[in-house]
C-alpha cells in the first residue's frame, strides 16, 4: 500500500514534468514511469542524498548500464522534484540532458543542457567556468548541428586554454559530426 507521502510525492514529480515538458510523448512516457514507480513502491529514491542517488551504483546509472535512458532522465527529473536541491544542480541537469541525447531527444536534452550555464559562468567562472561554458555550449551546437559555431569555440578553446578531458569530448564531437550523441559516448 501506498503511503500518502510517497504518492504526494509521485503526482509532485508528475506535475513538475508536466508543466515542464512541450512534448506530448514525452510527457506520456514520464506518467507511465512514474505509475511505474508509485506501483513498485520504489520512490524510496526521493529519501536518498544526491551522493547516494549520483553513486554507480544506484538509480539513474544503473537505468542507464541498461540503456534505459528515458527512465534514466525521468528518475533524475523526479529526483530533482522530491529534493529542489540548491547545491551542484548542474550536474543533475547536465545527466538529465545527456539521457535525453543519448536517445535523440535533442530538444529536452538542449533545455537541460543550457541550464548549466549562463553568460555569467563565461564572466565570473575564472578559468574552470570559461571551460564550462566553452563545453556546454560546444555540446548545445553539436546537437543543433552548427558546425561553424563548434569550430569557432574549439579555436577558442585553442587560444586561450589548456587541453583537458571537455576539450577532448569537443574535438571528438566535432570530428565525428554527422554521427549521434549516442554513438560516439554510448556505444
Known amino acids: 500500500m ?11 514529480a508528475m506535475f513538475f514534468i508536466i508543466k515542464y515538458c512541450k512534448h506530448i510523448s514525452w510527457i506520456f512516457i514520464s506518467i ?7 506501483s513498485q513502491n520504489s520512490a524510496a529514491f526521493c529519501y536518498y542524498s544526491q551522493r547516494e542517488f549520483d553513486s554507480d551504483t544506484c ?7 541498461q540503456d534505459s535512458f528515458i527512465q534514466a ?3 533524475i527529473l523526479a529526483f530533482k522534484a522530491c529534493h529542489k536541491p540548491k547545491e551542484n544542480i548542474h550536474s543533475l541537469n547536465w545527466h538529465a540532458g545527456q539521457m ?4 535523440g531527444m535533442n530538444h529536452e536534452a538542449k533545455h ?3 541550464k548549466t550555464f549562463n553568460i555569467f559562468t563565461k564572466w565570473f567562472g575564472g578559468k574552470e567556468g570559461l571551460e564550462w561554458y566553452l563545453y556546454a555550449k560546444g555540446t548545445v551546437a553539436f546537437l543543433d548541428r552548427r558546425k561553424a559555431t563548434l ?8 587560444k586561450k586554454l589548456s587541453k583537458n578531458l571537455n576539450y577532448n569530448v569537443l574535438f571528438i564531437l566535432n ?3 554527422d554521427s549521434s550523441y549516442r554513438s560516439l559516448f554510448k556505444e
Do not use: M, P, V
Open 59 to 65: 538509480c539513474w546509472r544503473q537505468l542507464l548500464k
Open 73 to 75: 532522465a525521468n528518475l
Open 112 to 114: 537541460y543542457f543550457k
Open 2 to 12: 501506498q503511503t500518502s507521502a510517497t504518492l504526494f510525492l509521485i503526482y509532485k
Open 32 to 38: 507511465l514511469f512514474l505509475h511505474n514507480l508509485q
Open 175 to 177: 570530428s565525428n559530426f
Open 151 to 158: 569550430d569557432k569555440i574549439i579555436n577558442r578553446w585553442d
Open 100 to 103: 535525453f541525447a543519448y536517445e
